[in-house]
C-alpha cells in the first residue's frame, strides 16, 4: 500500500503542474491513501499537488499534510504566496459574445469566482449574502420569488418583501457584473416570477460535480463526489432554516458515498483504498456503525492489525458515548 500510495502521490503532483482540471481531485484521494498508509511522503506530496492545483483549496486542509511537508524538509509555497490556482477555469460562451467562466463552491464554505475574479461578497449586505447562497443552493435551478422573500424576510408582508428583494438582486447584479450595463446581466436572470444564476456547461460547480459522482454509481464516481465534498454546506449560514435540511441530506449522502466507495475497494481487493474510504466517512459521520465495520475488515484485510485495533477502540469509544456499553 505504500508504494502505491506514494505513486498516487507523485501522480496527482504531476498533473497539478500540467494543469490538469482533475488534479484537485487526484491530490485530494492521494492524500486519503496517505493517511490510510500513513505515509509522510505520500502526504507531502499530495500537500504539493493540492497547493499546486488550488492553494484556496490547501488552506483549509488540517495538520498532517503540513506536518509532514515540514518533517520532509520540502519547499512549498503557502496558499497566498500563489496568485491564483494552477488549473484554468474553463471559458464557456455569454450572452453578449465572449467568454465566461465561472467556479461556484458551496461545500465547506462559500466561494464564487467569474472570469478567475473573486467576488467579495464581504462588499454586501447579510440578506444579500444569504439570497446569492440560496440562488448557489439551487444551482443553475430557477427560485421562486416567494421562496426567496419566505427565506430573507419572514416577519414582513408580500409587498415590502416583493420590494426589499429588488433592492437585493441589483445589489447582486452589481455585485456579480460591475461592468455589464442596465438590462445586460447575464448571470442572475429573471425567469417569470423566478430568478436562477445562469450557469452553463462547463462551469465549475462543486454541489453539481457532487451529484454527478453520486449518480454514475462507480468508485471513480464516488471519489469524484467525496473530493468535492470539502465540508458542510454553506456553513456560514449558520442553523438558517432553508439550509439546515440540504445540509444534513448533503452530509449523509457523502457519508453514504464514503461506505459505498469502501465496500467497492474491498470488493476489488484494495483494502488500503477501502481503509482511506472509510475514514474519510468517519470524518463526516462519526456515528456510522457500517463505516466502523468496514474500516476494521479494511485494515485486518490489509494486515494492518495495530491499525484495526485502533478503529475497534474508536468504535468502542463512540457506543460508550452513546450509552450502548
Request: glycine fraction near 8%; charge should be negative.
Given at each position: 500500500?505504500?508504494?502505491?500510495?506514494?505513486?498516487?502521490?507523485?501522480?496527482?503532483?504531476?498533473?497539478?503542474?500540467?494543469?490538469?482540471?482533475?488534479?484537485?481531485?487526484?491530490?485530494?484521494?492521494?492524500?486519503?491513501?496517505?493517511?490510510?498508509?500513513a505515509?509522510?511522503?505520500a502526504?507531502?506530496l499530495?500537500?504539493?499537488?493540492?497547493?499546486t492545483?488550488?492553494?484556496?483549496?490547501f488552506?483549509?486542509?488540517d495538520?498532517?499534510?503540513?506536518?509532514?511537508?515540514a518533517e520532509?524538509?520540502?519547499?512549498m509555497?503557502?496558499?497566498?504566496?500563489?496568485?491564483?490556482?494552477?488549473v484554468?477555469?474553463?471559458?464557456?460562451?455569454?450572452?453578449?459574445?465572449?467568454?465566461?467562466?465561472?467556479?461556484?463552491?458551496?461545500?465547506?464554505?462559500?466561494s464564487?469566482a467569474?472570469?478567475?475574479?473573486?467576488?467579495d461578497?464581504?462588499?454586501?449586505k447579510p440578506?444579500?449574502?444569504a439570497?446569492?447562497?440560496?440562488?448557489a443552493?439551487?444551482?443553475?435551478?430557477?427560485?421562486h420569488?416567494?421562496t426567496?422573500?419566505?427565506?430573507?424576510?419572514?416577519?414582513?408582508?408580500?409587498?415590502?418583501?416583493?420590494?426589499?428583494?429588488?433592492?437585493?438582486?441589483?445589489a447582486?447584479?452589481?455585485?456579480?457584473?460591475p461592468?455589464?450595463?442596465?438590462?445586460?446581466?447575464a448571470?442572475?436572470v429573471?425567469?417569470?416570477?423566478?430568478?436562477?444564476?445562469?450557469?452553463?456547461d462547463?462551469?465549475?460547480?462543486d454541489?453539481?460535480?457532487?451529484?454527478?459522482?453520486?449518480n454514475e454509481?462507480?468508485?471513480e464516481?464516488?471519489?469524484?463526489?467525496?473530493?468535492?465534498?470539502?465540508?458542510?454546506?454553506?456553513?456560514?449560514?449558520?442553523?438558517?432554516?432553508?439550509?439546515?435540511?440540504?445540509?444534513?441530506?448533503?452530509?449523509?449522502?457523502a457519508?453514504?458515498?464514503?461506505?459505498?466507495?469502501?465496500?467497492?475497494r474491498?470488493?476489488?481487493?484494495?483494502?488500503?483504498?477501502?481503509?482511506?474510504?472509510?475514514?474519510?466517512?468517519?470524518?463526516?459521520?462519526?456515528?456510522?456503525?457500517?463505516?466502523?465495520r468496514?474500516?476494521?475488515?479494511?485494515?485486518?484485510?490489509?494486515?494492518?492489525?495495530?491499525?484495526?485495533?485502533?478503529a475497534?477502540?474508536?468504535?468502542?469509544?463512540?457506543?460508550t458515548?452513546l450509552?450502548v456499553?
Amino acid at each position: 500500500g505504500v508504494p502505491a500510495a506514494c505513486a498516487a502521490a507523485a501522480a496527482a503532483l504531476s498533473r497539478a503542474r500540467a494543469g490538469d482540471p482533475q488534479a484537485v481531485e487526484a491530490a485530494l484521494a492521494a492524500e486519503e491513501r496517505g493517511r490510510a498508509t500513513a505515509t509522510p511522503l505520500a502526504l507531502a506530496l499530495a500537500a504539493l499537488a493540492l497547493v499546486t492545483a488550488d492553494p484556496r483549496r490547501f488552506a483549509d486542509r488540517d495538520g498532517p499534510a503540513r506536518v509532514a511537508v515540514a518533517e520532509l524538509g520540502l519547499p512549498m509555497p503557502t496558499a497566498g504566496e500563489v496568485a491564483a490556482p494552477a488549473v484554468a477555469l474553463p471559458a464557456v460562451p455569454s450572452r453578449t459574445g465572449g467568454s465566461r467562466g465561472v467556479a461556484l463552491r458551496c461545500f465547506g464554505g462559500f466561494s464564487l469566482a467569474v472570469d478567475g475574479r473573486e467576488v467579495d461578497c464581504a462588499t454586501v449586505k447579510p440578506r444579500a449574502r444569504a439570497a446569492l447562497h440560496l440562488l448557489a443552493l439551487a444551482a443553475g435551478k430557477p427560485v421562486h420569488r416567494e421562496t426567496l422573500v419566505g427565506a430573507l424576510w419572514p416577519e414582513v408582508d408580500a409587498r415590502s418583501g416583493t420590494r426589499n428583494l429588488q433592492v437585493v438582486i441589483s445589489a447582486l447584479r452589481k455585485l456579480l457584473e460591475p461592468d455589464a450595463g442596465r438590462g445586460e446581466a447575464a448571470l442572475l436572470v429573471r425567469e417569470g416570477d423566478a430568478y436562477r444564476l445562469a450557469l452553463r456547461d462547463g462551469d465549475d460547480v462543486d454541489l453539481l460535480q457532487f451529484e454527478a459522482g453520486i449518480n454514475e454509481h462507480t468508485a471513480e464516481g464516488l471519489e469524484q463526489a467525496l473530493a468535492v465534498y470539502a465540508g458542510e454546506l454553506l456553513p456560514e449560514d449558520g442553523p438558517a432554516e432553508w439550509v439546515v435540511d440540504p445540509r444534513e441530506r448533503y452530509r449523509l449522502d457523502a457519508a453514504g458515498a464514503a461506505r459505498s466507495l469502501a465496500e467497492l475497494r474491498l470488493a476489488d481487493g484494495d483494502p488500503v483504498a477501502a481503509a482511506a474510504a472509510a475514514e474519510r466517512g468517519l470524518r463526516i459521520d462519526r456515528y456510522d456503525d457500517k463505516l466502523w465495520r468496514l474500516l476494521d475488515e479494511a485494515y485486518t484485510a490489509a494486515g494492518n492489525h495495530a491499525a484495526a485495533t485502533r478503529a475497534r477502540a474508536g468504535y468502542d469509544e463512540v457506543l460508550t458515548e452513546l450509552g450502548v456499553r
